[in-house]
C-alpha cells in the first residue's frame, strides 16, 4: 500500500507561480512512477505530468509544457509539481499518483495510488 498526501495549493494571479509537493509513504518510492492529474470541467481526470521511476524524460501535456516541471527526491519520498506562467484555465484541483510499476501511463486508470487532491486556483 502507498499513501500519498499533496501540498502547495492555493489563490495565485495569473502570470504567477505555485510548487506542489507529494510526500509518499508505505512502499519504496523509488520503484514508483510518479504522475499530477487535474479535473476537466466535466469531473474527468487528465494528466499533467509524470515521471518514470528513474525520473528521466517525463511527460507534459501540450497545455501545460514549458510552463509546468515535475521533479522528485528519492531520498524524501516525494514528488514535485513546478507550475509556472500559470493561466486561469490551470485551475482545478490537483492529484497526485502513483503507478507500482514504475512505468508512466496517460490514463488515471493506470495508477493504482491516489492522494486527495490540493486546490490551485488562478484568478484573472
Known amino acids: 500500500q502507498v499513501q500519498l498526501v499533496e501540498s502547495g495549493g492555493g489563490l495565485v494571479q495569473a502570470g504567477g507561480s505555485l510548487r506542489l509537493s507529494c510526500a509518499a509513504s508505505?512502499?519504496?518510492?523509488?520503484?514508483?512512477?510518479m504522475g499530477w492529474f487535474r479535473r476537466t470541467p466535466a469531473k474527468e481526470r487528465e494528466l499533467v505530468a509524470a515521471?518514470?521511476?528513474?525520473?528521466?524524460?517525463?511527460y507534459y501535456a501540450d497545455s501545460v509544457r514549458g510552463r509546468f516541471t515535475i521533479s522528485r527526491d528519492n531520498a524524501k519520498n516525494t514528488v514535485y509539481l513546478q507550475m509556472n506562467s500559470l493561466k486561469p484555465e490551470d485551475t482545478s484541483v490537483y492529484y497526485c499518483a502513483a503507478n507500482h510499476f514504475g512505468l508512466i501511463g496517460t490514463s488515471g486508470a493506470q495508477y493504482q495510488y491516489w492522494g486527495q487532491g490540493t486546490q490551485v486556483t488562478v484568478s484573472s
Open positions: 515521471n518514470d521511476w528513474s525520473g528521466r524524460s517525463p
Open positions: 508505505g512502499r519504496t518510492f523509488s520503484s514508483l512512477a
